[in-house]
T-cell receptor, first 116, second 113 residues
């Protein structure tokens, strides 16, 4: 299994500012993903972080709002830009070791973001 | 794309009783079905998974069954304990969907001592 560390674990931010969340995996993984989880809700995929290329965003999420970096096989960042209170949520990093669809996916502990 | 529905949304059981959570999926090509447990303030933790070539899998008090024909799978927890109280998510993974998981809506399980 992969151990995923996310930083920060929580933050309170002013509207209009940006926050970058870091995700570090303890082993090389092929696939990394970023999810958003609204309070009491399920997980919604924001984007797939592709190593060496631009991230692939899901419907409703755009690069200008959620820029993502993936400089290597163990690290990724998600930035929440120009924040508003609607961005208050839990942001989760996930990793799958291979491209095979039937392999395990692991999650970090999440970043709880509150925008005031 | 894949759609996963999960029932019930909340489940309350007495300690020692069994709990069953059910999920249905829409894409018959999905071949991997994990279950996650999420405790308050933590990320989802993989507790058990099943692949499409298997009908049932068991790990101590936890078991998962898969019915490919009906496109549904279930999580069974026996001899529930208060520490089983959490939110449980099912998910499905189609082979041609960019390696992403599609999650069900979640079930809040409460085990009363």
């Amino acid at each position: 299994s992969a151990v995923i560390s996310q930083k920060p674990s929580r933050d309170i931010c002013q509207r209009g500012t940006s926050l970058t969340i870091q995700c570090q995996v303890d082993s090389q993984v092929t696939m990394m993903f970023w999810y958003r989880q609204q309070p009491g809700q399920s997980l919604t995929l924001i984007a797939t972080a592709n190593q060496g290329s631009e991230a692939t965003y899901e419907s409703g999420f755009v690069i200008d709002k959620f820029p993502i970096s993936r400089p290597n096989l163990t690290f990724s960042t998600l930035t929440v830009s120009n924040m508003s209170p609607e961005d208050s949520s839990i942001y989760l990093c996930s990793a799958r070791p291979t491209v095979l669809a039937d392999t395990e996916a692991f999650f970090g502990q999440g970043t709880r973001l509150t925008v005031v | 794309g894949e759609n996963v529905e999960q029932h019930p949304s909340t489940l309350s059981v007495q300690e020692g009783d069994s709990a069953v959570i059910k999920c249905t999926y829409s894409d018959s090509a999905s071949n991997y079905f994990p279950w996650y447990k999420q405790e308050l303030g933590k990320g989802p933790q993989l507790i058990i998974d099943i692949r499409s070539n298997v009908g049932e899998k068991k790990d101590q008090r936890i078991a998962v069954t898969l019915n490919k024909t009906a496109k549904h799978f279930s999580l069974h927890i026996t001899e529930t304990q208060p520490e089983d109280s959490a939110v449980y998510f099912c998910a499905a993974s189609p082979p041609n969907a960019g390696n992403m998981l599609t999650f069900g809506g979640g079930t809040r399980l409460m085990v009363k001592p």
